[in-house]
């Protein structure tokens, strides 16, 4: 289980300020996180040609297991 433990509405303002996209961020969510956790980072990289700017960016969190729960937190950094 992920739990998100960021202003979702600072993450969701620099995603849609930076990437060009139809689909609403509530949908691919779900998928960014599932890659940060199945690679082990604790970031996803957006490539340029998906980006307003056409530089590649990289949204960075901080990551935090829950001692004996399937939990893991994700607290929103930035981005670069």
Excluded: C, N, W
């Excluded at 739990?3 to 139809?22: H, I, P």
């Excluded at 996803?44 to 998906?50: C, D, E, K, T």
């Amino acid at each position: 289980m992920h739990r998100l433990l960021f202003t979702f509405e600072k993450f969701a303002k620099d995603y849609y300020s930076l990437v060009e996209t139809d689909v609403p961020l509530f949908a691919v969510k779900r998928e960014r996180l599932y890659m940060m956790e199945k690679h082990k980072v604790p970031y996803f990289r957006v490539p340029g040609h998906q980006t307003r700017d056409r530089q590649d960016h990289i949204f960075q969190f901080e990551v935090t297991k829950i001692e004996k729960t399937k939990i893991t937190k994700y607290r929103y950094l930035g981005y670069r």
